[in-house]
């Protein structure tokens, strides 16, 4: 079977595709066929070495840690009607879903809802339940300004149109026109491109901020989080969390999360997980699928991502696109 493993921390040219013995289930553990693998920002960060402190991968690795598939086969102990069924799995930090076959426990398999495609299912698949997690912690009540952060990317994109649903005024950041369109066409009342200069000079000052960006962006967001307010500082595509203090923010009675209150249990992960497919097989939210590519393409879709060329998700193909339900 075909693999592709990051042979060393770097650029995206260190993803490098080759052929590996195919993979047998041990008790309690299934193997996936994988269809298609969700390709996420961190992913691309781990590669490059950062985030030593938070993740202690070390290559030679697969990555990948969400994906879809058929169960193929199945270990001692775990029921044989799983084989052959349309399944998600999570793996979290162990990765191993940039592969034709990846090993899972049984007990982190999910059924995929006969409604929901197994690409749409992938692109919501770790999104989904953080952007549920977060909403849960932090809810929202009509007519609250919530500022969402990268608002266009995978989870963002997810973010805007629950905020929607839940009646708040919804303000989505992001950079470029393309990106803004596709923000206001979820849902958001109004769109701001954080790339320019003073860009929250216009906004007034909200109630809670989703900070899927990070650095700077994040910092400039805080400032005008309202005394009372919430702040989730969750993102760091621009280099690294928002540089805020917590002593900082309780004198100004803002209420700070990080990354850490992310960070669910096993158990809360797949709850979750459930929850967003459900939502995505009822149309409640659509995740928004940017670009695809075929497995061994995964460096090219590392470097789209860096590059910030993709709207919503990025995914890998492992199967081609004809052969995916």
Known sequence: MRIVEAVRFGEPDVLVAREVTDLTAGPGEAVVGVAVTDVIYVETQIRSGWGRDYFTVEPPYVPGGAFTGHVLSVGADVDPGWVGRRVAARTNAAGGGYAEQAVVAADALIAVPEELGLPEAAAVLTDGPTALGLLDALPLRPGERVLILAAAGGMGTLLVQLAHAAGAYVIGAARGKAKLDLVRELGADAAVDYSLPDWTAQLGTVDLVLDGAGG????????????GGRF???????????????????TRGVALRGIAELQFPPEEVRQLAERALAEAAAGRFRPVIGRSFPLERAAQAHAAIEAREVLGKTLLEVRPAATVR
């Not at 280099?239 to 900082?248: K, R």
């Open 216 to 227: 700077s962006v994040g910092r400039a967001a805080f400032a005008i989080t309202a005394p």
């Open 232 to 250: 989730s500082a969750h993102g760091a595509p621009s280099g690294g969390f928002a540089p805020i203090e917590a002593a900082e923010a309780e």
